[in-house]
């Protein structure tokens, strides 16, 4: 552990097209390589798509209520305690919950049937707001498990 202070947590500057911090988190999460111009352009290109099959809400809204529907709330965390390994539930951050579900909803993005990029997440967003798909079935396996170990809670450390 550190013995100095903490560094200061760095905010991204807010996304020049939206105007949401939120979006551009999720562009430098989807940032490969450092090539910024190409995830900004699957990004907005995705919530074009968005605007296009959701007309009667904002692109904006509909981004932000699936990055929500996506995140979960608690994960299970290996403990071992005197020869036995427990898998301890565990409540996850707020800023971590929004990271973890950057990350899920990428990954399935990629892992999609469609032509571009663009288009997968566009369809992973999209079910992700209707509350199906992959990544909220992860979400949902998650919050089964710890559930189910909810038991060996007293062990959380």
């Known amino acids: 552990m550190a013995r100095r ?3 200061q947590k760095r905010e991204p500057l807010v996304d020049p097209k939206y105007g ?3 979006v551009s988190k999720f562009v430098n999460t989807v940032m490969k390589c450092g090539k910024k111009s190409v995830a900004e ?16 809400e904002d692109p904006l809204t509909v981004f932000t ?26 409540e996850i951050a707020p800023a971590t919950r929004t990271a973890i579900a950057f990350r ?3 990954e399935f993005s990629r892992k999609r049937g469609e032509k571009t990029m663009r288009q997968r997440l566009a369809a992973e ?7 199906q798909g992959a990544t909220i ?21």
């Open 41 to 56: 352009s699957i990004v907005y290109g995705a919530l074009d798509i968005l605007r296009d099959k959701v007309p009667s």
């Open 65 to 90: 209520a699936a990055v929500d529907n996506a995140k979960p709330m608690l994960h299970v965390k290996s403990r071992r305690v005197g020869g036995a390994t427990y898998q301890v539930p565990v």
């Open 125 to 131: 967003l999209l079910d992700c707001y209707q509350r």
């Open 20 to 22: 949401s911090m939120l």
């Open 104 to 106: 899920w909803i990428i």
């Open 5 to 7: 202070r903490e560094p």
């Open 137 to 157: 079935k992860r979400k949902d396996d998650t919050h089964r498990m710890a559930e189910a170990n909810k038991a060996f809670a007293h062990f959380r450390y």
